[in-house]
């Protein structure tokens, strides 16, 4: 049983681009959050998809936006890319009851020049 | 906003030694979590104590929760090099539930052979 996948394991992009990041949840799980986490931080909130909606939302700009696919998987995009950009991306996933517990994957490290 | 918030340490310990580090948080919580994370890749989920719960136990780990304090302690008994990593906090909250986890900015275990 695979766990989180996330796909490119790696980046790096120049100011002004813009990125997507994949995330393929954990078997069985239908419910995606995402998490940026700049070097020597903890994870921050960016937001979670569940029935291909958008449901929360944390504190980022609307340079970042995401999609959800009817097999689950999720993607990432941010515009307009910042230095300040440049973190690890990691997504998690979950079954929508609260009481669930989140599965994480390995992450995508973004290195904007 | 980031609600926990561990005491930013960095712990060097001898292999057998024990490692505690503790963690705050600001607002009502319904459960708090500890995460690990080795050299920057994905997290790790160690244990889970719920709001309700003073302490709980899980192999060598053992977690407190004081709620009127809005604290809680990891202690990592008997350590072995293989515990070297960053361990993080991180808290569910209504309404939000586990989906939307606040982080703090982790503590950096080095356990020495």
């Known amino acids: 049983d695979a766990g989180v996948t996330q796909s490119p394991t790696h980046l790096i992009k120049t100011r002004g681009q813009q990125v997507t990041l994949r995330c393929s949840p954990k078997?069985?799980?239908?419910?995606v959050s995402w998490y940026q986490q700049a070097l020597g931080q903890g994870p921050q909130f960016i937001f979670q998809?569940?029935?291909?909606?958008?449901?929360q939302r944390g504190n980022f700009p609307d340079r970042f936006s995401g999609h959800q696919f009817p097999n689950y998987s999720s993607e990432l995009n941010v515009n307009a890319l910042l230095l300040g950009d440049s973190a690890l991306y990691l997504c998690?996933?979950?079954?929508?009851?609260?009481?669930?517990?989140?599965?994480f994957g390995p992450g995508t490290r973004l290195t904007v020049t | 906003s980031q609600q926990g918030e561990e005491d930013p340490q960095a712990l060097s310990i001898q292999e057998g030694e024990n490692a505690t580090m503790n963690c705050s948080y600001k607002?009502?919580?319904?459960?708090l979590q500890w995460y690990r994370q080795n050299s920057g890749r994905g997290l790790v989920h160690l244990i889970l104590?719920?709001?309700?719960?003073r302490e709980k136990h899980s192999g060598r780990l053992r977690v407190t929760l004081d709620t009127s304090k809005k604290s809680s302690s990891l202690l990592i008994t008997a350590s072995r090099a293989a515990d070297t990593a960053s361990y993080f906090c991180?808290?569910?909250?209504?309404?939000?539930?586990?989906?939307?986890?606040?982080f703090g900015k982790g503590n950096q275990v080095v356990v020495i052979p």
């Open positions: 998690a996933s979950s079954g929508l009851t609260s009481s669930d517990e989140q599965y």
């Open positions: 607002t009502s919580i319904n459960n």
């Open positions: 998809y569940y029935e291909e909606e958008e449901r």
């Open positions: 104590i719920r709001s309700n719960e």
């Open positions: 078997s069985g799980h239908d419910t």
């Open positions: 991180a808290t569910a909250s209504a309404p939000y539930g586990n989906n939307r986890l606040a």
